[in-house]
């Protein structure tokens, strides 16, 4: 009488024992990706994060994601995808295919996650190119502009990016270097913002009020590729 499990679901759990023996290279930095995503829970990040050998933290992290249901699965396969976690982990790449499957044989839930040109999606890499066509920032983009931003960090967060004071102090309680932490601010910053994320946006942002930053720090951002 039990449901079938979501193929999201169904792929982790397929695929569980590798990517356990990949992502334990370093889990840390799967773990602050999937947190920056808000594919946990605030308890579940504090448990996962307890655990002290990689291989228990990278498992404890693929069963509270398969727990939290489709929508949370769907949210690490995208993540895995991603540029920055495909470079960290080159045997990554074996997933590129299998969430192509999955997303063919499950198009519903292609059709409910992603509103906005869907064709223009399927054809151009993910989190690269925003609606507007405009290039989304970019993960070294943003520990470049993190080592530029100094003590005001919290009011640019809050008055800049349109951050909650809860986040930020949550930010602050999980990472202990100053460079860290702002590049953790600036992620949830480009995670809440989605396609609007681009590096235009971020720095029209950064160079206003009394926050502005000098501008040989952050005009880079206006480069093209």
């Not at 292609?110 to 690269?128: F, G, H, M, V, Y």
Request: glycine share 4%; net charge negative.
């Amino acid at each position: 009488m039990s449901e079938e499990p979501a193929a999201e679901i169904q792929l982790l759990r397929s695929q569980k024992a590798k990517l356990i023996d990949i992502l334990s290279g370093d889990a840390d930095f799967v773990l602050q990706h999937a947190d920056s995503r808000c594919l946990l829970s605030p308890h579940g990040y504090q448990q996962v994060k307890a655990c002290r050998v990689p291989s228990e933290k990278v498992t404890e992290l693929l069963d509270h994601i398969i727990q939290r249901g489709p929508e949370a699965a769907q949210g690490l396969l995208e993540l895995l995808n991603e540029q920055a976690l495909q470079e960290t982990f080159p045997m990554l790449s074996f997933i590129k295919n299998l969430h192509v499957k999955t997303l063919s044989s499950g198009e519903k839930e292609t059709t409910r996650k992603r509103k906005p040109a869907p064709d223009l999606e399927e054809n151009i890499p993910s989190k690269q190119i925003s609606n507007n066509g405009s290039r989304l920032v970019k993960e070294k983009q943003l520990m470049t502009v993190a080592r530029t931003i100094g003590r005001s960090w919290r009011e640019i967060g809050r008055l800049a990016l349109d951050l909650t004071t809860v986040k930020l102090e949550q930010i602050e309680e999980d990472h202990s270097l100053h460079v860290e932490r702002v590049f953790a601010m600036l992620r949830l910053w480009r995670t809440c913002q989605r396609e609007k994320a681009t590096a235009a946006h971020l720095h029209s942002l950064l160079s206003q009020e009394d926050w502005a930053l000098p501008p040989e720090s952050i005009d880079f951002l206006l480069e093209t590729d």
